[in-house]
């Protein structure tokens, strides 16, 4: 099944303990993005990536991390997080960067 | 200005009624339109996607682009219960490389 798989789905936490959330997809997807998505602002984007090693960033990008080894994963990396970092995640992957994009299911996260 | 506006709703229509889904955009230079549907606690799913001017049907859905006047909208026919949900237009904003999303509109079809 194409899908694209984040984790761990919910987590809580403190401030300043680095955390990672991972992505991946299984659909040989070019092109993967991380947004995030807060009530009355819509989904934003943070960091997306082109391809293997190429990543840039996105509307959001302070206080987040992310890297590109391979082509299936993304990770999102928060090395000290914040209380304002607290919201919902999702990564997403298109085949060649189209609007097209396949959504994970998301990750909920808050900072305590 | 935002980029992409979107009016939040809710928008409430009886089942079996048109759904009429409004969207506007800042960036003339703009290519590529997207509408995806969000259920309360899931994720988007693309629905629609429109490149041209004109009319894209697919199903209950027509996507409707009018480049000139920066709008695009979503009607859905014959709208039923399942069809409440979040609809999100997204735009492909200089180049390939950024997607911006409207804050979406609430949509609610009664029994």
Not at chain 2, 64 to 83: E, F, G, M, T, W
């Amino acid at each position: 099944e194409a899908q694209v798989t984040q984790n761990p789905r919910y987590l809580i936490t403190v401030t300043g303990k680095k955390l990672t959330v991972t992505c991946s997809q299984n659909m040989n997807h070019e092109y993967m993005s991380w947004y995030r998505q807060d009530p009355g602002l819509g989904l934003r984007q943070i960091y997306y990536s082109m391809n293997v090693e190429v990543t840039d960033k996105g509307d959001v990008p302070e206080g987040y991390k992310v890297s590109r080894k391979e082509k299936r994963n993304f990770p999102l990396i928060l090395e000290s997080p914040s209380p304002n970092q607290t919201s919902l995640y999702f990564c997403a992957s298109s085949l060649s960067g189209s609007g097209e994009q396949f959504f994970g299911p998301g990750t909920r996260l808050t900072v305590l | 200005q935002k980029e992409v506006e979107q009016n939040s709703g809710p928008l409430s229509v009886p089942e079996g009624a048109i759904a009429s889904l409004n969207c506007t955009y800042s960036d003339r230079g703009s290519q590529s339109f997207f509408w995806y549907r969000q259920y309360s606690g899931k994720s988007p799913e693309l629905i629609m996607s429109i490149y041209s001017n004109g009319d894209k049907e697919d199903g209950r859905f027509t996507a409707q682009l009018n480049k000139a006047s920066q709008y695009v909208s979503l009607l859905i026919r014959d709208s039923q219960p399942s069809d409440s949900a979040t609809y999100l237009c997204a735009v492909n904003m200089r180049g390939f490389q950024k997607l911006v999303f409207g804050t979406g509109t609430r949509l609610l079809v009664s029994p």
